[in-house]
């Protein structure tokens, strides 16, 4: 395990600028797709790889790529998610950070691949730094011959723009920020129609996430077969892994998909184990979408067997005893937090950033967090517990895209795993009333090795 | 600006000062408008509006807002709907620095409740309100997506993490230093970034 | 042509035809309750989520039944669909949750609301009885606002349908209202103070299925179900002229399109035929309005009346024990 293929060269020193990425093998995969390849072979071996988008839904990359629309006249789009803004995530913003090129590149190779002239990076408003970033190492690659007209004396021309968002998790959702890119309000649309018929500008479009567009490059640089050996069954290749919360490592870490929970959380390689070596209460393991894990089904399936990190072992269980993988944000629980607070605290979220479009998710989310506020202030009552479950299944696949069933999940499964919690909330309302929650007092003392130094690497712009 | 229920309805009044960006910032929206296909000039709005608060005043302004209406060939109330549906856009007039911190789960177990806690305390102001001198506004936002390096804040390019109340007493103290300066110092992102 | 069953009801219809349109077709209670979608209205519809029902087969092709209940009003019919709507036990507690979810914050102030008797809404919560008492917290508040002379906006009572938005955007030109602000928070507004001027503005009243927007020169002047309408026409140079006239003895009170069983209006109509005509001699009246679904406490029950028997809807309501 351990094998790197993204951040394999993030530790050279001027890896995202376009000399040293290229003084170290870089755009040799572009080169080699665009002047030897044919696009239906690189999405050949896209298919191949078993590759799954890493911005959530994890949906074979291959696949979508077929169903782009190739019988109309109309030009066709692809557009990059950067907008991460799930709670939890934070992969996108360090594979930017700190190797900018390796996303140039795979979107040269993807947009060849997928016959698009025009591609767009949709960037979260807030990541400013990073939209900096992004038109550095894109004049850099037109510069140098790697965008612009005839990319290398081939006939194949592109162009690649930076959008810049304002503040809107709803915009990641993929035809929320198709809309979003069209200058209008975040509303996701009604599908179908799905964007690989009627996308951007009603055209034929896809959407894929950042990492999993960095993730062709060493696909069509090994071969889809190669990739496909790494990892586990359908779970092929590398994940991106944001560790956070009480954890001793906090950070980005590439995985091989299939390495164990146990390794993941405990060892000094990764998150290091819990901070101030308290005890384990809880992971969500894939942003906070996601259901979350009681300590015992952390590291264990509910059959005993050992838990690693891949879509179907995160799974395993359903959402009775399993979570997902979802975007690989992983938010770790020290035996101190409060899972009602931070239950209340993600519904406040969605109740904040629902577009507001659907009916259960306008009132419902709002329902929610009213309720769950109450609880945690210890204004609440036994049955409002059996309420909160119950507004959130009908919210749950009732909504026009699954903003609705993120806002669910977490008060089910908190519920679920944590219903003494809540009980606890109802029964003992002056204690609760006086609890401090998260200080950072208590998280000082904790020895965290902060894997990168964001500041200084946007500093240096 | 926080999402709250009604908002004035209120009788708009220009404000009689002209509302122009400068021949260089024009050009620049011109080269943005010019990335989309003939008619789709809309999808323009976004950066614009983000160039319009930074160049014109900090904030949209009914009139900033019309201008920008304009220079798309879009209806007012298009503008309106989208700059009222994003948080980044700043309604009402706010400070020369923004202060965004983090207010979302993995932030806030890690401490960016004290965090935010403790600017209310040192620059006297509640979160949404802005400091009597104009150089501070306090804002509580969702995830930064910065989650490892909790807790976290913004003001306004810039990004802070792992902060504690030293940091946060230094960070203000350089701010107020160079407040004086035209802008602040990397205001120009429009620059840099478009 | 596409072969579709509905509650065990089949029908024909040609590609591209949504459930709730074949639904439509084959007519009856097995009609699903539609508070967004608007036929006349291209894009509407997908919203509100009352339309639900369950794909128990896919099509012909690919039996499988759909995973989640879908939008009827959005969702195509394939060859060889089956559809339940009310025969689904599951179909019919969503619609009661998302009744329950419409009105959380609605305000029960139907006694005083001039929508009463003619509401989507009330309609839809009197056919599913739903209890709304789960919800104890603050319902949100707006202030009522005058858009122009005509209009008033009642914000309080939106159900943020986007119909209003779509009529001025399709039949009109120049938008001055729209949707502001997002989640639970958006509103239908102008934002600065404005007025709709634009001559076929009026017809967002119609096209409202609550009491939101509501024609001022009609405001407390009458209930609805104290005025008859008649169907009237005048030769007019903007419109077809074709309305309905809300009628006491001469007086007009209010003149509206003509709106079908489904609740939708057959022709938008002019403002000068909507807010200016007001006198008897105006109009070459046909006769009383024999399509009065508005007058029938049921979604799912279209019925054609005959004028006369116009059931007073508040008063029902009231009869019926509180459980
Ligand atoms: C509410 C919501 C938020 C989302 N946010 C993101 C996001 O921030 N970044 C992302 O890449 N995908 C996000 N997604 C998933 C996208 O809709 C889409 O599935 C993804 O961009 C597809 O790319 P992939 O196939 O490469 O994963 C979100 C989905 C939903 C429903
Ligand atoms: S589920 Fe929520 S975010 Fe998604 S469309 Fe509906 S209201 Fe908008
Ligand atoms: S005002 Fe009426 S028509 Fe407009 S969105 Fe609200 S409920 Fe729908
Ligand atoms: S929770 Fe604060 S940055 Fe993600
Ligand atoms: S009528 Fe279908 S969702 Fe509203």
Redesign the interface.
């Given at each position: 395990m351990g094998r790197k293929i993204l951040l394999d060269k993030v530790h050279i020193p001027g890896i995202s600028t376009f000399k040293v990425y290229r003084d170290n093998g870089g755009y040799t995969t572009a080169e080699k797709a665009l002047k030897t390849m044919l696009p239906a072979e690189i999405t050949e071996e896209v298919k191949k790889s078993g590759l799954r988008g890493r911005g959530g839904a994890g949906f074979p990359t291959g696949m979508k790529w077929s169903f782009l629309d190739t019988r109309s006249n109309n030009p066709r789009y692809l557009v990059c998610n950067a907008d991460e803004s799930e709670p939890g995530t934070f992969k996108d913003r360090y594979l930017i950070d700190n190797i900018p090129h390796l996303l140039i590149e795979g979107l040269i190779i993807s947009s060849f691949a997928l016959g698009a002239n025009t591609t767009f990076i949709y960037v979260r408003g807030e990541f400013k730094p990073q939209i900096g970033i992004l038109n550095r190492a894109i004049r850099e690659a037109y510069e140098n011959g790697f965008l612009g007209k005839n990319i290398l004396g081939t006939t194949y021309s592109l162009d690649i723009y930076v959008q810049s968002g304002a503040g809107a998790y709803i915009c990641g959702e993929e035809t929320a920020l198709l809309e979003s890119l069209e200058g209008k309000r975040g509303n996701p649309r009604l599908k179908p129609p799905f964007p690989a018929v009627k996308g951007l500008y009603d055209c034929p479009t896809v959407v894929n996430n950042v990492e999993t567009l960095a993730t062709v490059v060493p696909i069509i640089s090994m071969g889809g077969d190669e990739y496909a050996k790494i990892g586990v069954g359908r779970s092929t290749g590398t994940k991106l892994m944001s560790a956070c919360g009480h954890i001793k490592n906090p950070g980005v870490y590439e995985i091989e998909l299939g390495l164990s929970m146990e390794e993941f959380l405990y060892s000094n390689e990764y998150c290091g184990g819990i901070a101030n070596d308290k005890k384990l209460k809880a992971v969500i393991p894939g942003g906070s979408s996601v259901p979350i894990l009681p300590a015992h089904l952390v590291t264990l399936t509910a059959q005993n067997t050992s838990r690693s990190i891949s879509y179907e072992s995160l799974s395993d269980g359903g959402f009775q005893s399993g979570s997902m993988l979802g975007s690989g944000g992983f938010i770790v629980f020290d035996e101190d937090a409060c899972i009602v607070r931070n239950t209340w605290n993600f519904s406040r979220f969605y109740h904040h950033e629902s577009c507001g479009q659907c009916s259960p998710c306008r009132e419902g989310t709002g329902w929610l967090e009213k309720v769950l506020h109450r609880i945690e202030n210890g204004e609440g009552r036994m049955k409002d517990i059996d309420l909160l479950d119950s507004v959130a299944k009908k919210i749950e696949g009732n909504t026009i895209c699954p903003l609705g069933d993120a806002a669910a999940w977490p008060v089910n499964s908190a519920i679920r795993h944590f219903r003494h919690e809540f009980e606890f909330h109802i029964e003992h309302p002056d204690i609760v009333k006086n609890i401090k929650h998260g200080s950072l007092e208590k998280y000082r003392t904790k020895n965290t090795k902060p894997r990168t130094k964001n500041t200084e690497i946007t500093e240096s712009l | 600006m926080a999402l709250g229920y009604n908002i004035d309805h209120k009788l708009y009044q220009p404000e009689g000062k002209e509302v122009r960006f400068t021949d260089e910032v024009l050009e620049k929206v011109k080269k943005i408008i010019a990335r989309y296909p003939e008619g789709r000039q809309k999808s323009a709005l976004l950066p614009v509006l983000h160039i319009a608060q930074e160049e014109l005043g900090g904030h949209l302004s009914v009139d900033v807002m019309n201008y920008v209406a304009q220079l798309l060939n879009i209806q007012p109330i298009e503008v309106y709907e989208v700059a009222t549906f994003y948080t980044q856009y700043y309604l009402e007039k706010t400070g020369k620095y923004v202060i965004e911190v983090c207010r979302t789960g993995p932030c806030a177990m890690c401490g960016g409740e004290d965090i935010a806690d403790y600017l209310e305390r040192k620059l006297n102001i509640k979160t949404d309100e802005t400091t009597a001198d104009g150089l501070f506004t306090l804002r509580r936002v969702e995830c930064l997506g910065a989650c490892g390096y909790a807790p976290v804040m913004q003001i306004n390019t810039e990004f802070y993490e792992f902060l504690t109340q030293e940091k946060i007493d230094q960070t203000i103290e350089n701010l107020r230093a160079r407040a004086n300066e035209e802008k602040p110092k990397d205001s120009k992102w429009v620059e840099k970034f478009f | 042509m596409l072969k579709i069953t509905i509650d065990g009801h089949s029908t024909e219809v040609e590609e591209g035809t949504t459930i709730l349109q074949a639904a439509r077709k084959i007519g009856g209670e097995i009609v699903p309750p539609a508070m967004c979608y608007y036929s006349k209205l291209k894009g509407s519809?997908?919203?509100?989520?009352?339309c639900?029902v369950k794909v128990s087969k896919g099509s012909e092709k690919d039996p499988r039944p759909m995973p989640?209940?879908v939008?009827s009003c959005?969702t195509?019919v394939q060859d060889g669909m089956e559809v339940q709507n009310i025969t689904s036990p599951e179909v019919l507690e969503?619609r009661k949750?998302?009744v329950?979810?419409?009105l959380?914050?609605h305000p029960l102030d139907c006694p005083v609301c001039d929508q009463a008797g003619e509401c989507d809404l009330q309609d839809l919560s009197f056919e599913h009885g739903v209890d709304t008492s789960?919800?104890e917290?603050g319902k949100?508040?707006?202030?009522q606002?005058d858009i122009g002379e005509n209009i008033k906006l009642h914000m309080n009572r939106c159900?943020?349908c986007?119909r209003c938005v779509y009529t001025v955007n399709q039949i009109t030109d120049?938008?001055?209202?729209?949707?502001?602000?997002?989640?639970?928070?958006?509103?239908i507004?102008?934002?600065?103070?404005?007025a709709i001027t634009n001559d076929f503005s009026g017809n967002v009243i119609d096209v409202c299925p609550v009491g939101a927007l509501t024609d001022r020169s009609f405001r407390f002047k009458s209930r609805v179900w104290f005025t008859r309408p008649m169907d009237a026409h005048r030769d007019c140079p903007k419109c077809s002229g074709k309305v309905t006239l809300w009628m006491s003895a001469n007086d007009i009170y209010r003149v509206t399109a003509r709106k079908d069983e489904f609740n939708e209006v057959e022709e938008f109509i002019c403002n000068e035929c909507r807010f200016e005509k007001k006198n008897a001699e105006d109009w070459i009246i046909e006769g009383p309005r024999t399509i009065t679904r508005t007058s029938i406490i049921s979604v799912n029950h279209y019925q054609k009346l005959k004028q006369g028997s116009i059931i007073n809807p508040v008063a029902k309501k009231i009869e019926k024990p509180s459980e």
């Open positions: - | - | 519809g997908g919203k509100c989520r009352t639900l989640k209940l939008a959005s195509p969503t949750a998302i329950e979810f419409l959380i914050n789960r919800f917290e949100r508040e707006f202030d606002i159900i943020l986007y120049g938008r001055i209202h729209g949707v502001l602000y997002r989640g639970d928070a958006s509103e507004s102008t934002f600065i103070q404005n």
